[in-house]
């Protein structure tokens, strides 16, 4: 990846992570109301009891995603971004672009998968 496509992938990563952080914080704080708004029966119970774990495992899945991109900007902060963790072979920049935390390409992600690291 050429220095500039580098800088601007840092930019939408940067953007990413507090759009995520965001969401994640307003799940967690939706999380903590559910419930203490009144008198709830027991229906209401069961279902504020489902929807807060809903709310928090999504909270989890987001703070994991920004965990993610966290990692991407540390290997665009030590120079090899946009290089497969796993082979060291360049990932195809379409996929970087869908997906620019990828830390491999596609064969070695499907591997990982597979096999783990």
């Given amino acids: 990846m050429d220095p500039e496509e580098v800088a601007q992938a840092r930019l939408r990563l940067i953007e990413m992570r507090e759009e995520l952080l965001d969401k994640a914080e307003r799940a967690y704080a939706d999380s903590q109301t559910l419930g203490k708004d009144g008198v709830p029966d027991i229906g209401d119970m069961s279902s504020n009891s489902y929807n807060q774990e809903v ?9 994991r995603a920004a965990a993610d ?3 991407a900007l540390e290997r665009i902060a030590g120079g090899v971004y946009g290089m497969c963790a796993r082979c060291e072979e360049e990932i195809p ?3 970087m672009e869908v997906r620019p935390f990828s830390r491999y390409c596609v064969e070695c992600k499907s591997e990982v998968e597979k096999y783990g690291e």
């Fill in 55 to 63: 709310l928090m495992s999504l909270s989890n899945a987001q703070r």
């Fill in 69 to 71: 991109i966290d990692a």
């Fill in 93 to 95: 920049p379409r996929r």
